[in-house]
């Protein structure tokens, strides 16, 4: 699914089309689930918190391929409690996960600015982006998770009174993110204005969320792919957007963690 609003004068320059993106989502489902799921994607369309959508475009594609079965990443939280503390956290992982200064620069700059649809991919020293469409960025799609292991996933969860729609889904898609050996870590900031909680993951450290990573009433946000220089971008693309990987099992969910627990000082 895919929800955009036409920019108000105000925000796009005079006689230009600018769209703002208002909401996708996108996911693995059984054919007799289709209803269901169409609905709740065009109800999250309609009350999304950055505006009401004026155009929704619904696609829906019979995959034939037998989805890859995966596990989650571990999940935990590491206590934040301002922007700035946050964004030194995120650095922290970032660094020691061999991401430069640059690239983490220009991921926040990019996730400032918001407005992608997608993901920006972005090489781990010299922060080129490799992406052809710089405004759409890369969506990952094609992406689920079994029966069984949403009921496992959503008790684990509940348990750090975190089960929410949100997390369940953006889990499953860092999960099929970083079991692409060519990413190396994700950043990722909701652009949801009532959304505050950001997350870094990477194979070594798990889905780690980051609360208060922005102020309430933000609309800025984005992702952002890290991989090495010189990486064959159409492989990781083709992988993202088309190879069907659906989560069939579920990794420990821990609470509260330290950082310098998570970085074994
Ligand atoms: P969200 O976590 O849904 O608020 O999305 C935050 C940002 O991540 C969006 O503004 C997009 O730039 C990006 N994004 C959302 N969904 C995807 C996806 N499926 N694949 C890649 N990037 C995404």
Redesign the pocket.
Known sequence: MRASKAASSRQSAAGSQRKI?I????GLYKASEIQKIVKRYVERALKHPKGKADKILITIENIKQKPKSISTLPVATINCSSPAEGKNVIVKLLRSSGISKKAIDIAFELIKK??????AIITKEKGNRLEPDKKR?????R?GISESALKVLSSKLSKHGINTD?VK??LI?ASKVSFSRHILAEL?????PD?TTGYVATEKFGYLRIPNIKHKGSKS???A?FVREGMEVEGIINY?ERMPVIIGKVAPCKGIVSLDGILGK
Do not use: K, Q
């Not at 960025?137 to 799609?141: E, K, L, N, Q, Y």
């Open positions: 993106h909401s996708g989502a996108e918001g407005n992608m649809r997608g993901a960025g890369v969506r990952a799609s992406l949100t889904e953006a898609l990722c900031i909701s652009d949801d959304y946000g984005g992702r792919f993202l």
